[in-house]
């Protein structure tokens, strides 16, 4: 009977400690590590997943002469920079014909600048041409006025001969009738003048003796007497003069201003002659100097036609120059872009033709190809932010954005999808073809609590929980989800900032287990 009431005793101390290990509550020691992290406020990038492969372009680089490969500079593997120096072809033909076409080219531009330097000298003389015409016009305007000026001294010259004779003429011939008649009615005219005169004196001198007029009127009738008398004298000495004829030292005074006159008209004569020759010689001058100026621009002209008949050549010779070089380059073989040397096709001594690969050359630089279901192309935008990872890098992740979208959809056994490239936002290196991760950063949503998406447990019925860390416990807690990416979901409603929310295997998690936290990210 004891027996059996210590077995039911053992029983009931069994169950009891089972129950309180189911509920979490035991030794310290059982508590179970687990990792947690907290609830934070933050922005959500909503994205679109999708997978892809990194792309780069590929190029075979080829002579573009027929030759002889002479060295090959690189090797596989080898990085390159834009127009580096990767293979050459034996050039010593195409060398020396480049060479013979640059001296042939800097001949040809000598002798354009002797060209140009004949054309400055004849510009030159033709202007000096020019100038000698323009002063020798101004020398024929200066001679024009001259003859002018001379011309007129000799008109005055004649007129003062012309009088000194006409007055010679007269003395010699003596006064005519009518001109002694007129003096003496010129006499008479005086003598009835001054008749008036000394009668209104003596009428003004007795008036002012009876006070009837001023000392003034007096005098004024007196300097009219006197006046008077004067002109009567005056036509009496010519009267006299004319009724005596003419003097002989008036004569000889008279044949004297003729010799004088008949003098100075042979000098004006001789002075216009002098004018008019200079003038003559200026317009000789002139003439002179107009067949210089044609003779310079002719020359000016045949030296401008040797200018660019030079410039021509020189123009030629440097195309031809430029041509071999050319073709001295075309024996080079240069990256045009850089990359890495992919393959080497060719070795030295190997004959090739024009478009025979002998390099193979990858940019450094690519993009990734997308492939986005068809069903979610519409959340696809150019422009559009993208991160991008890649197994082969882990740890790294890649920005980029959409530059192309596809018009067309694609098929691949089930899968129907849109090809979509993206640009990268700095160089990466990676192989081509390396199969990479894409988000699609479809919204942004500020302000969220934020979670991470492994801590949150989905019910069969939809709803979802999460166990929170409270005191070393966990408890579960009923959550609403908002939206969610990759890496985090947003919390709407069941979790408060700055709590503790565990991060494990949903079927290592349970309510009231006990627990230590290793640490808070």
Sequence with gaps: MRSRIVLLVLLVVAATLGLLWSAGIGFRSTAQEVEAVRVRRGTLEVTLPAEGFFESPTVDLSFELPGRVRRVLVREGQPVRADDLLALLEDDELRAAAEQATAAARSALEEAERAQEGVRAAEAELHRAMAAVKASRREVERADGAVAVAQAQLRQALAAYRAARANLAQLRVGPRPEEVRQAESAVEVAEVGLEEARRHLELQERLHR????????????????????????????????????????????AEEQVAQAASALEAARAVLRQA??????????????EAAERIARANAAQARSALRAARSRAEQALAAARAARVRLE?????????GTVVRVLLNPGAAVSPGVPVLRLAAREGWVTAEVDEAEIGQVRLGQPVRIRADADPGRTYRGRVRWIAPSVETRLQDRFVRVRVDLASPVQMRVGTAVDVEFVVDRVPQVLLVPAEAVVEAADGSAHVYVVEGGVLRRRSVVRGPRNEAQVAVLQGLREGE??????????????????????
Excluded at 221 to 230: G, N
Excluded at 276 to 289: C, F, G, K, T
């Design 330 to 338: 075309k024996s080079r073989l240069r990256a045009p872009f850089t």
């Design 210 to 253: 009876e006070g009837a007029v001023a000392e003034v009127q007096v005098e004024a009738a007196r300097a009219q007497y006197e006046t008077a008398l004067a002109r009567l004298r005056q036509v009496q000495a010519q009267r006299d003069l004319l009724r005596a004829g003419p003097r002989r030292e008036a004569i000889a005074a």
């Design 276 to 289: 008019e020759a200079a003038r003559r010689a200026a317009v000789e001058n002139v003439a002179q100097a």
């Design 500 to 521: 503790l929310v565990a991060v494990a295997e949903p079927q290592l998690l349970r309510e009231g287990l006990r627990v230590r936290v290793r640490g808070v990210p």
